[in-house]
């Protein structure tokens, strides 16, 4: 059964094309990511997911209900955690529950129940009455995901959850995230521009660049786009004999000397790596050091789109820098 379906949605801005023809659906209970560089499209398309911003073209059916026809029924079905803080800090953690949960016509009976309740999940039952200007950016975070699931939605979308916040405070976000989507079921829609956010906690993951998917699996799918492992050996000196015997073996799907670097890939990871062990003694190559590098999303990213996420980003921040710069001298 399907959390959500989508069919071609499109959002242009004047002539620019900010997402282009994206379709994908989400199962229900799967944690569901798109990944990105910044300017990708992601925000865009959780603000048409999520009835912020009407698509140009094409809709989607979100927890049962269409997106066009029935705006409202999917806002009640849904939960938001926005990329930019939108909590009120002269409030406490409760108040702010409180205040948003009136505004989902949430009761008096049920809002006793629910708030210790969303507090529990994200772990700030004992900071609820603190103002939120003395929480930390991890307890803030918590709060706005406790936000988005008071009223018990069946979808939450998270855009960038865990945005500017250090390792340890990430790794805390992310369990949260795990135990909501395992333990209540709820199906999450996440973007995030980090390879091993989207590598630890998504079932599937969409590559998204300039407004369009380029690849679409799990996690272990996506990285077999790439051939498999890379082992590089550092011989004493450069031995093609060993290069044209290891290209024989079935594990081996390249082989290629640089020098006295020979970069192997190889299909299944350790044992493989015994095996060319024991071809390069047989030829009496010696081998002064190796190093085996499994397959990253970076390296899918950089595979499918020949550069990093970061130097995407460096692009689009050069290419603003330069609008401003001709602007100003204007
Ligand atoms: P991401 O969330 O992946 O960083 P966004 O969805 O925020 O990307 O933006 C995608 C592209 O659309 C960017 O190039 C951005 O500058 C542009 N964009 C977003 N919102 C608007 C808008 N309201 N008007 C014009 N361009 C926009
Ligand atoms: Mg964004």
New binding site residues.
């Given amino acids: 059964m399907s959390a959500i379906i989508i069919n071609g949605i499109t ?1 242009k ?2 002539d ?1 094309t ?2 282009d023809n994206v379709s994908f659906s989400v199962e229900k209970g799967e944690l569901f990511g ?1 990944l ?12 048409m997911l999520t009835t912020l ?1 009407i698509p140009t073209a094409g809709n989607a059916e979100i927890a049962g209900h269409n997106l066009k026809c029935d705006p409202d029924l999917v806002r009640g079905s849904i939960g938001i955690i926005f ?1 930019d803080p939108s909590l009120d800090s002269a409030l406490t953690g409760r108040e702010n529950l409180e205040f948003h949960a009136m505004m989902y016509d949430i009761g008096k009976e049920e809002r006793k129940k629910r708030i210790p309740d969303v507090l529990g999940i994200v772990g700030l039952s004992s900071k609820a009455d603190i103002l939120v200007e003395n929480y930390s950016g991890g307890m803030k975070r918590r709060l706005e995901i406790a936000r988005g699931l008071i009223h018990y939605p069946k979808v939450l979308f998270l ?2 959850p865990t945005l500017g916040l250090d390792a340890q405070t990430r790794r805390t976000i992310w369990n949260y995230i795990k135990t909501l989507n395992r333990d209540y079921g709820t199906s999450v829609v996440l ?1 995030t ?1 980090y390879m091993e956010e989207a590598d630890y906690l998504c079932d599937r993951i969409a590559v ?1 660049d300039n ?1 369009r998917i380029i690849a679409l699996d799990t996690p272990s799918g996506l990285k077999s786009l790439l051939k498999g492992e890379k082992v590089s050996l550092e011989l004493k000196e450069k031995n093609c004999e060993l290069r044209d015997k290891l290209l024989r073996q079935p594990f081996v799907r390249e082989a290629v000397l640089e020098g006295n670097i020979l970069s192997v890939t190889i299909a299944d990871g350790e044992r493989s790596v015994a095996e060319i062990f024991k071809i390069a003694c047989s030829l009496d190559a010696d081998i002064l050091a190796v190093n085996i590098h499994k397959p990253s999303l970076e390296d899918v990213f950089i595979h499918l789109t020949g550069s990093t996420i970061r130097d995407k980003e460096g692009d ?1 921040n050069s290419a ?1 820098h330069e609008r401003i710069r001709r602007r100003m001298m204007r």
């Fill in positions: 959002k801005f004047g620019f900010a997402v798109l990105g560089p910044n300017g990708a499209g992601k925000t865009t398309i959780i603000n911003l990329q855009d960038e973007t521009h998204i407004g689009k603003r």
